[in-house]
């Protein structure tokens, strides 16, 4: 079966083919703290909570929403609404040659050929416009995608910050599955709903803090 789960497979799909259209190609030139200790230096206009991608201490985001740090090793932090964990950001960072711009596409592409494959007879995938914008460590963009049920009714929602930093494509990703969709959630995973109620606060939370160091 083709259509995948999550966003993993595909990031990793576009920044081979990425690698491979750059290689292949002439391309234009593009290119409030809960814890001890100074947040990382900002950019004038970035303002928000400061997570640090380092230790997970915990930030409060206003409004009940909170990030803390989530059990295990990997590559997560927890978003928790009054104290309930109800979805995580992931972050990976992966070899790239190649522009923001470039990788949105074949991102978009990637996502757009899986879904068209949906086991779900009338499944719409819907891409957002990329917004480009400064974070505390430099130029990001964010963009994403809805799929969405016959019906109208909702089944996923994907919001991913990408920026490219020492060589390497480096990503945040917060993403909903609802009950009844495509991919029914497993586990800690946002709704459509709830994503949607903290993504302001999160994009604030990327832009203050900047991308997790790549390495």
Partial sequence: ???????????????AVALGVVAAAVADDGGDRDHAGPPPPTRPGVAGPVLDWATHEPVDLGGGWTI???EGDGPFVDVRLDGRLVGFLEYTSHPFEGTLDEHVVEFVRAIGDDRANAPIAGYRFAPDAA???DAADGPIVRYG????????SPSERTYQWA???DGRLVLVTAAANDPGGLFPPEGREFTTVELESVIDRLDRLVRASGLPDPA
């Fill in 163 to 165: 920026g490219v930093r």
């Fill in 68 to 70: 803390t740090d989530t």
């Fill in 145 to 152: 995608f809805t799929g969405t049920l016959r019906d109208g």
């Fill in 1 to 15: 079966m083709r259509f995948r789960r999550s966003v993993a497979g595909a990031v990793t799909a576009v920044v």
């Fill in 131 to 133: 917004a480009h914008a």
